[in-house]
């Protein structure tokens, strides 16, 4: 502790202290992992350095307050339009809101309107390794999302944001398409005209941080600036000054993107403070701390985490690459690149390239020397753009060459311990970098967290867990040998369940069991299919509403056994009734009997309880709580502990309001995922203790022991 004492108290780095705090402070808004690593660090600073503390504590005392001004909804009727897209308007008016229109072409940016509206509900799938929306526009300073009505045209003003559009619609008439985007890209930060086949490429080789707009593009533009001046033998600080007026204009033309004003405030922050007490670090706590102060949900934006992430790692381990050759420097600051982001560009795809580093390297030395260059001397000689259109094909073609030339390793962070874990490892691997027998500790704790990460089939934990899927129904159940999938929710354009299996490093299912023939119970079988390794389908009957998978039907006294799971089914196809052909079954897993029910009503109920004995730890409720299941006959004779329901908004009024007064009188315990999103039940193997998780997007996750 002396050396990261000495690191992060004594020396001139020690502001880094705030922006710690700060962010482990708004991530306690969603993590108690957060929480437990924020005591830690105040207590470390009550020991260290009580001025720090003081400074930290009036930093989080302010953040309370944003947090919040952003998390109250406020009344707005106007403000002025500063973004249109398909129909959808950003109006401003303090902060943003969304508007959501009939028809966007009769409105231009500048425009003041004074509109009704209504509510704009959406229903979010708490799904881990989904993305959570409504952080996202809480991150882009977004409060609301509302159906405007009855708008009105008030005034019509200048506004700075359509400077960044007259710029986007220059490009657009000057340039071809194919140029114009690439032009949006590297100048602007704009990905959306960019096939998404690059941008998948570019995931998939780890060199995404080459398409925000950042340090490398600023520094370049500084660097060219600066020798064009230094001919006209102006002085130093006229040249600083004639720097920052220009860094101010590529802000305005950026909408002010995090990546590239974090690197202009740094610039200036230099600027100021040459020669004086602040350090490269110093700058930029204060700047990652004013953005908080600012908006404390940009921490959960993964632009601006990236972009800090890595400028301040860049920072940290100076010491790793100060003394080498360029080459080997970009090489070294790829790797450190990589390994900082690591956490959550697997978020994405959830595999590494075993070249990455090696890729990293060539297209760092290729976007820097050609690339860019070109790009910003195509903006000022249009002449050149057919060169770097062959450029940009020579690129995109590369890319695909690349991801062919590769090894994919799949596998990914288990849950947020191991990612704090990691990431703390890199920290102090970077503080007791010159102490070689830590610094190689710590390489290797690192390595064995990476390790880890393989292992994610754990011995010693089972689990069965209820996703959220809205309005449909979707269970995982998971141990160290077995993957089984019972029903996959509606049918989703963004196949946020498949996205949910990458995240869990998951892309082989033993079995994937469809309940019954309706839409909000198989809609995702197809997908699902395709995009994951599924050894058996099994359904309630024979069908052709899933073009040619190959299935099995389930019968009713079929048993199915899979590594712990043991299922048994006790009712299966009955007749006309699609609800009453919902494939119940019995699961045992340790110590625990669950309930499995389709959407089956009462009548199918009273025949259970006349043919079975059945006692029941947790039931899974039949048709999302309808008031056609959950009879109190029912459940008088199951006696469940847990009713858990899948349910989302509806039109249908579930639950019903019948079936939860038959749960209430009988003080059966009833979890729903509308209310508490994604509901697991972790089993011990070796303990006799149940884990009981809810889980949300955007808020911290509530446990319970069994």
């Given at each position: 502790m002396k050396r990261l004492k000495i690191r992060l108290q004594y020396d001139s780095s020690?502001?880094?202290?705030?922006?710690?705090?700060?962010?482990?402070?708004?991530?306690?808004?969603?993590?108690?992992?957060?929480?437990?690593?924020?005591?830690?660090?105040?207590?470390?600073?009550?020991?260290?350095?009580?001025?720090?503390?003081?400074?930290?504590?009036?930093?989080?005392?302010?953040?309370?307050?944003?947090?919040?001004s952003f998390n109250r909804i406020e009344e707005v009727n106007s403000g002025t339009i500063i973004s249109i897209e398909d129909n959808k308007l950003i109006v401003k008016n303090g902060y943003k809101y969304i508007l959501y229109v009939n028809n966007s072409s009769s409105y231009e940016i500048g425009m003041k309107i004074r509109f009704d509206y209504e509510s704009y509900e959406r229903d979010p799938m708490n799904l881990l390794g989904g993305f959570d929306y409504i952080s996202f526009l809480k991150s882009k300073n977004i409060r609301n999302e509302i159906i405007a009505k009855d708008i009105e045209v008030i005034d019509k003003d200048?506004?700075?944001?359509?400077?960044?559009?007259?710029?986007?619609?220059?490009?657009?008439?000057?340039?071809?398409?194919?140029?114009?985007?690439y032009l949006k890209l590297f100048l602007l930060g704009e990905k959306d005209e960019v096939d998404d086949f690059v941008l998948d490429n570019v995931n998939k080789?780890?060199?995404?941080?080459?398409?925000?707009?950042?340090?490398?593009?600023?520094?370049?533009?500084?660097?060219?600036?600066?020798?064009?001046?230094?001919?006209?033998?102006?002085?130093?600080?006229?040249?600083?000054?004639?720097?920052?007026?220009?860094?101010?204009?590529?802000?305005?033309?950026?909408?002010?993107?995090?990546?590239?004003?974090?690197?202009?405030?740094?610039?200036?922050?230099?600027f100021i403070f040459k020669n004086r007490f602040f350090s490269r670090l110093d700058i930029s706590a204060f700047i990652l701390v004013g953005y908080l102060l600012y908006n404390p949900y940009l921490v959960f934006n993964q632009g601006f985490v990236l972009s800090f992430l890595i400028s301040i790692s860049i920072i940290l381990g100076r010491d790793f690459f100060v003394s080498d050759s360029r080459a080997i420097q970009i090489f070294k600051i790829g790797v450190l690149a990589n390994f900082v982001s690591l956490p959550i560009t697997l978020g994405f795809s959830a595999q590494f390239g075993m070249l990455n580093l090696i890729y990293n390297l060539i297209y760092v030395l290729f976007v820097s020397t050609i690339v860019l260059p070109m790009t910003f001397l195509v903006l000022i000689f249009s002449q050149f753009s057919d060169i770097y259109h062959i450029v940009i094909k020579m690129f995109e073609s590369s890319l695909v060459s690349a991801n062919n030339f590769n090894y994919f390793i799949d596998f990914t962070f288990p849950n947020q311990f191991t990612r704090t874990l990691?990431?703390?490892?890199?920290?102090?691997?970077?503080?007791?970098?010159?102490?070689?027998?830590?610094?190689?500790?710590?390489?290797?704790?690192?390595?064995?967290?990476?390790?880890?990460?393989?292992?994610?089939?754990?011995?010693?934990?089972?689990?069965?867990?209820?996703?959220?899927?809205?309005?449909?129904?979707?269970?995982?159940?998971?141990?160290?040998?077995?993957?089984?999938?019972?029903?996959?929710?509606?049918?989703?354009?963004?196949?946020?369940?498949?996205?949910?299996?990458?995240?869990?490093?998951?892309?082989?299912?033993?079995m994937l069991i469809v309940s019954h023939l309706h839409q909000d119970h198989y809609g995702e079988l197809n997908h699902l299919y395709n995009s994951l390794l599924i050894d058996e389908v099994f359904l309630n009957q024979e069908t052709d509403l899933i073009g040619s998978i190959d299935y099995q039907v389930l019968r009713e006294g079929d048993e199915i056994r899979c590594s712990k799971f043991n299922l048994e089914v006790i009712s299966a196809y009955n007749g006309s009734n699609e609800n009453n052909n919902s494939i119940v079954m019995i699961l045992n897993i340790l110590n625990d009997v669950w309930l499995l029910t389709g959407d089956i009503e009462y009548e199918i109920e009273m025949k259970l309880i006349e043919s079975h004995d059945l006692k029941v730890d947790v039931l899974k409720v039949a048709h999302h709580g309808s008031h056609t299941s959950s009879h109190e006959d029912f459940l008088k004779i199951i006696n469940p502990d847990y009713a858990l329901i899948s349910v989302g908004k509806n039109k249908y009024g579930h639950p019903s309001s019948k079936t939860i007064t038959n749960f209430n009188k009988l003080s059966i315990d009833v979890l729903r995922t509308d209310e508490s999103g994604s509901i697991t039940f972790y089993y011990l193997n070796h303990i006799d203790i149940v884990v009981i998780e809810e889980f949300w997007l955007d808020k911290k996750n509530r446990m319970r022991f069994n």
């Amino acid at each position: 502790m002396k050396r990261l004492k000495i690191r992060l108290q004594y020396d001139s780095s020690r502001y880094i202290h705030l922006a710690i705090s700060s962010v482990l402070f708004v991530l306690t808004i969603k993590s108690y992992y957060a929480l437990i690593l924020l005591l830690i660090h105040l207590i470390f600073l009550i020991h260290s350095s009580k001025n720090l503390l003081i400074y930290s504590l009036v930093v989080i005392l302010v953040l309370t307050l944003r947090v919040d001004s952003f998390n109250r909804i406020e009344e707005v009727n106007s403000g002025t339009i500063i973004s249109i897209e398909d129909n959808k308007l950003i109006v401003k008016n303090g902060y943003k809101y969304i508007l959501y229109v009939n028809n966007s072409s009769s409105y231009e940016i500048g425009m003041k309107i004074r509109f009704d509206y209504e509510s704009y509900e959406r229903d979010p799938m708490n799904l881990l390794g989904g993305f959570d929306y409504i952080s996202f526009l809480k991150s882009k300073n977004i409060r609301n999302e509302i159906i405007a009505k009855d708008i009105e045209v008030i005034d019509k003003d200048f506004s700075i944001y359509r400077i960044r559009e007259a710029f986007d619609a220059y490009l657009d008439s000057n340039y071809s398409k194919s140029v114009s985007s690439y032009l949006k890209l590297f100048l602007l930060g704009e990905k959306d005209e960019v096939d998404d086949f690059v941008l998948d490429n570019v995931n998939k080789l780890g060199i995404s941080h080459l398409f925000v707009v950042s340090g490398m593009h600023l520094g370049l533009l500084v660097m060219a600036v600066k020798f064009f001046l230094k001919k006209l033998y102006l002085r130093a600080d006229i040249t600083d000054y004639l720097i920052i007026v220009l860094l101010v204009v590529y802000n305005v033309l950026t909408a002010f993107a995090f990546s590239i004003m974090r690197a202009s405030l740094l610039v200036i922050g230099l600027f100021i403070f040459k020669n004086r007490f602040f350090s490269r670090l110093d700058i930029s706590a204060f700047i990652l701390v004013g953005y908080l102060l600012y908006n404390p949900y940009l921490v959960f934006n993964q632009g601006f985490v990236l972009s800090f992430l890595i400028s301040i790692s860049i920072i940290l381990g100076r010491d790793f690459f100060v003394s080498d050759s360029r080459a080997i420097q970009i090489f070294k600051i790829g790797v450190l690149a990589n390994f900082v982001s690591l956490p959550i560009t697997l978020g994405f795809s959830a595999q590494f390239g075993m070249l990455n580093l090696i890729y990293n390297l060539i297209y760092v030395l290729f976007v820097s020397t050609i690339v860019l260059p070109m790009t910003f001397l195509v903006l000022i000689f249009s002449q050149f753009s057919d060169i770097y259109h062959i450029v940009i094909k020579m690129f995109e073609s590369s890319l695909v060459s690349a991801n062919n030339f590769n090894y994919f390793i799949d596998f990914t962070f288990p849950n947020q311990f191991t990612r704090t874990l990691y990431w703390l490892s890199l920290l102090f691997f970077f503080v007791f970098f010159h102490d070689k027998r830590r610094r190689y500790g710590l390489m290797g704790l690192g390595l064995a967290i990476l390790l880890a990460m393989f292992a994610k089939d754990n011995p010693f934990i089972s689990y069965i867990r209820v996703l959220d899927v809205n309005q449909g129904d979707a269970i995982h159940l998971h141990d160290e040998h077995c993957d089984i999938l019972i029903d996959t929710g509606s049918k989703d354009e963004m196949h946020r369940l498949n996205q949910y299996f990458i995240s869990q490093g998951i892309d082989k299912l033993d079995m994937l069991i469809v309940s019954h023939l309706h839409q909000d119970h198989y809609g995702e079988l197809n997908h699902l299919y395709n995009s994951l390794l599924i050894d058996e389908v099994f359904l309630n009957q024979e069908t052709d509403l899933i073009g040619s998978i190959d299935y099995q039907v389930l019968r009713e006294g079929d048993e199915i056994r899979c590594s712990k799971f043991n299922l048994e089914v006790i009712s299966a196809y009955n007749g006309s009734n699609e609800n009453n052909n919902s494939i119940v079954m019995i699961l045992n897993i340790l110590n625990d009997v669950w309930l499995l029910t389709g959407d089956i009503e009462y009548e199918i109920e009273m025949k259970l309880i006349e043919s079975h004995d059945l006692k029941v730890d947790v039931l899974k409720v039949a048709h999302h709580g309808s008031h056609t299941s959950s009879h109190e006959d029912f459940l008088k004779i199951i006696n469940p502990d847990y009713a858990l329901i899948s349910v989302g908004k509806n039109k249908y009024g579930h639950p019903s309001s019948k079936t939860i007064t038959n749960f209430n009188k009988l003080s059966i315990d009833v979890l729903r995922t509308d209310e508490s999103g994604s509901i697991t039940f972790y089993y011990l193997n070796h303990i006799d203790i149940v884990v009981i998780e809810e889980f949300w997007l955007d808020k911290k996750n509530r446990m319970r022991f069994n």
